[in-house]
């Protein structure tokens, strides 16, 4: 039986989660902490798989996958037994550094960046912001990757004054090229870009060969309104439900259920998905397969595995926005504070099906939380997320749910602070089902 989640600490630990993990990268480690700390070890996939039941995970790039073979070995069903999985992404609309970054315009000193995923232009306006990444060194054996995380507000994009644009309270258009690019200083040359990030690893200037960098907000995320009860920060789309998916995970393994608990963390999710660590990658079969054989199975037990495995993609959802309503379908209302979202699309840009609704619902009632049902406008185009690509993928029930949102794809995003507990809980319920 799945634990309870206190609302306090799921609501605090979120925010930790949110504010050390400003890239994929950091979210991955971030995670990896966490699971290192209660008993997991790090496989590496060049070396050999470990054969003996335990609990694993692995990291490529962005991404991360972790899972326990140990009540699976223990319930005597043998590498057939099947896998219930938790998906979820780690990357985020937001600005990218551009490799030729630096340059002068008007005597400021400014960097070049480049627009990731349907971002919300104008939330990103005005904000103090810091770059953090991975970087890629040269070292005395080869190249060596190194993450940094630079809290500092160092750059910002500014609005243009309203004396000097009148109509921008009507109708505000910004050119993602012209319009997006920070500045960082104040100058006839520019700042040098390289050196900075040589100086934030600990290498010299030539020694950098490489960089995936990118902007966040610097001001900590938070608990507002007038009881508290709301998380303002960013990225919840989606570290939400990486977080919760790793809090469920470890709940869930205390319980060594029967089939095989994986938690699969995916990057490049908000622009398609299609990377070697992206959801249409061979990071989730390659590991179940390998799962399957190092239990001593073969091909034909993999896909008996797979053909009673059940996957919950998780993804953030649209709670029901006040001053928009009519932006919603008005029978599907979604509350923050609510519980959990089932999704639902009949044309597939959610993968739920009877089956995996069915699933979904009765993890919620085993972790004793409520169940929202969110269903997009008919005339309204609908998103999608990781969870049709890895059913495609895999032949697996899944089904797509989520925690309600506001503000999604905004620089800074709003979610109910009891969500998170009942987010995890039901996912703990889901990946050890009673």
């Not at 995923?117 to 306006?125: A, D, H, Q, R, V």
């Amino acid at each position: 039986m799945a634990h309870s989640f206190d609302t306090d600490t799921e609501a605090r630990g979120l925010i930790d989660y949110v504010d050390a993990s400003p890239t994929p990268f950091h979210a991955c480690e971030q995670a990896a902490r966490r699971l290192a700390a209660e008993g997991f070890t790090e496989v590496v996939e060049t070396a050999p798989w470990p054969t003996d039941p335990g609990r694993h995970y692995l990291v490529r790039g962005g991404s991360l996958i972790a899972w326990d073979t140990t009540g699976a070995h223990g319930s005597g069903d043998g590498p057939a037994a099947g896998f219930r999985v938790v998906g979820a992404h780690t990357d985020s609309p937001n600005l990218r550094l551009k490799p030729n970054a630096d340059h002068v315009k008007a005597g400021w000193q400014m960097l070049a960046v480049e627009p990731y995923g349907g971002l919300i232009l104008n939330s990103w306006l005005d904000r103090d912001l810091g770059l953090a990444g991975r970087v890629t060194v040269r070292t005395a054996d080869g190249i060596e990757s190194r993450l940094f995380h630079d809290t500092a507000p160092i750059l910002r994009v500014a609005q243009l004054a309203i004396h000097l644009d009148r109509s921008q309270n009507d109708e505000l258009t910004l050119n993602r090229q012209q319009h997006m690019v920070p500045l960082w200083g104040v100058g006839d040359r520019p700042g040098d870009v390289r050196r900075y990030l040589a100086a934030q690893v600990g290498v010299g200037h030539d020694d950098l060969l490489a960089w995936d960098v990118m902007t966040h907000p610097v001001e900590p995320s938070a608990r507002i309104g007038r009881e508290r009860d709301l998380i303002a920060a960013p990225r919840l789309d989606n570290l939400a439900t990486s977080y919760a998916g790793v809090r469920a995970l470890l709940d869930a393994v205390s319980t060594e259920p029967a089939r095989v608990p994986v938690l699969v963390l995916f990057d490049h999710e908000e622009i398609g998905s299609t990377s070697e660590r992206g959801a249409t990658s061979t990071l989730l079969p390659s590991v179940l397969e390998r799962i399957v054989i190092a239990a001593g199975g073969t091909r034909e037990d993999y896909w008996r595995a797979l053909a009673g495995t059940v996957i919950a993609s998780g993804d953030m959802g649209h709670a029901t926005h006040p001053n928009y309503a009519d932006r919603h379908e008005p029978l599907h209302q979604i509350r923050v504070n609510g519980g959990p979202v089932l999704k639902v699309n009949t044309n597939l840009r959610y993968a739920t099906d009877s089956v995996g609704a069915a699933a979904f619902t009765l993890a919620c009632e085993q972790a004793g939380v409520p169940m929202q049902t969110f269903v997009t406008r008919s005339d309204l185009p609908c998103g999608s997320t990781v969870g049709p690509v890895t059913s495609s993928l895999t032949g697996a029930t899944t089904v797509d749910f989520g925690a309600p949102a506001l503000s999604m794809h905004s620089a800074r995003e709003l979610m109910g602070a009891q969500d998170p507990a009942m987010y995890a809980a039901a996912l703990a319920a889901f990946l050890a089902p009673a």
